[in-house]
């Protein structure tokens, strides 16, 4: 194999001596480079191109406006519930998507437009500061505000009206994306906490208890001692075909619907209210915590407690599910079950006390 490499790729051949070991020492190794020559940007030079970067900066500026404006109108618009496709990032919120696009918009465009006109129309001459005492004197104060006067002068923004006004405008509008945030406030949610699904069933209309991994109606014997199983609403006169994740309320609905049945030996049962409620050992609570509203679905049955996976509120559900550890403010509501003519299980009524967390209107 040939090693023969042009001399034009060799580096120069040092002189005699040079490069074996021996650094070459400077005079003063330490000595101050100095700042280097400042060299002139396009737009320094070029009125066109200055011209030119001063409309870019006022786009993003403008840009950042309408981003704004559009914050506020999909918050007033843009239904809540409503779900759409986005690839890659699938079902999604549209309103959580287009609040979330608009205000990165607005503020992006802010920061972008601040940082091409620091590059590009700003003054970038570099002056060095000696280092002083910490306490200025009268004449090194004035010099500060002279520099600052100075350097508000070379900014443009005095000058430069068109960046000035955009800056202001956008500036502006984005604080207005908080304050139609407050209006989520209001109004008050009056008896919507209050009432659930089951609140629909009667005595003469009972709901059935629906297994939400099946969607098949329950009877007692699908339960197995010792086993923890949630259930949904079936069909009512509200929903025909009870309560789909199709729905487009199903996840508000189910906040507030999702139950958590449990099968206990009838004389585990220590609250004879509890035992009472349910049918044959079977309990059904609510799967929503007391604290803020997780979802709980932790059951030790050994010693029936439901641990929430959120703040571990512990709930005895062999004892009406009352709070023995954790910051839960009140027990799990149960919902009253009995079977109807076919022998499924069913809620001839609504929950007596409200489920969730606790909340200012709450009746108790």
């Known amino acids: 194999m040939s090693h023969d490499m042009s001399d034009d790729k060799l580096p120069q051949a040092h002189a005699a001596g040079e490069g074996h070991g021996e650094a070459a020492v400077a005079d003063n190794p330490f000595a ?7 060299e002139p940007r396009r737009t320094d030079i070029d009125e066109r191109a200055a011209k030119r970067a001063e409309r870019q ?11 704004t404006v559009g914050f506020i109108a999909s918050y007033v618009s843009i239904d809540a519930d409503r779900i759409v496709y986005i690839f890659p990032l699938g079902h999604i919120s549209a309103l959580n998507f287009a609040l979330g696009m608009t205000l990165g918009v607005a503020l992006f465009c802010i920061g972008a437009g601040a940082v091409h006109w620091a590059r590009t129309l700003m003054s970038d001459v570099e002056l060095p500061a000696e280092r002083h005492a910490i306490e200025a004197d009268d004449e090194t104060r004035a010099d500060v505000i ?17 960046i000035r006004n955009t800056l202001i405008g956008s500036m502006a509008l984005v604080p207005l994306s908080g304050v139609m945030l407050l209006r989520d406030l209001g109004p008050l949610p009056e008896k919507k906490l209050d009432v659930t699904g089951w609140n629909e069933a009667t005595p003469n209309a009972p709901i059935r208890l629906v297994n939400m991994n099946t969607n098949e109606p329950m009877k007692a014997e699908d339960i197995a001692v010792g086993s923890l199983t949630f259930a949904k609403p079936g069909p009512s006169a509200l ?3 009870g309560l789909q994740e199709s729905d487009e309320d199903f996840q508000e609905a189910i906040a507030k619907d999702a139950l958590m049945l449990i099968r206990i030996q009838p004389n585990d049962i220590k609250d004879a209210d509890s035992a009472a409620l349910g049918f044959e050992g079977v309990l059904a609570y609510s799967k929503i915590c007391t604290h803020v509203g997780c979802p709980i679905s932790l059951y030790e049955q050994q010693t029936h407690h439901a641990l929430c996976p959120c703040h571990q ?3 005895d559900l062999s004892d009406g599910a009352r709070v023995i550890f954790g910051p839960a403010g009140h027990p799990l509501p149960q919902l009253k079950i009995v079977t109807d003519a076919s022998g499924y299980l069913v809620a001839p009524g609504g929950f007596e006390h409200p489920v969730g967390p606790s909340f200012w209107e709450r009746s108790e």
């Open 32 to 38: 101050d480079p100095g700042l280097p020559p400042h």
């Open 146 to 162: 002279e520099q600052f006067k100075t350097g508000a002068a070379e900014s443009g923004f005095g000058r430069r009206k068109m």
């Open 57 to 67: 900066v006022s786009l993003l500026f403008i840009v950042s406006m309408l981003a």
């Open 239 to 241: 929903r025909p075909a």
């Open 313 to 315: 509120s512990t709930f």
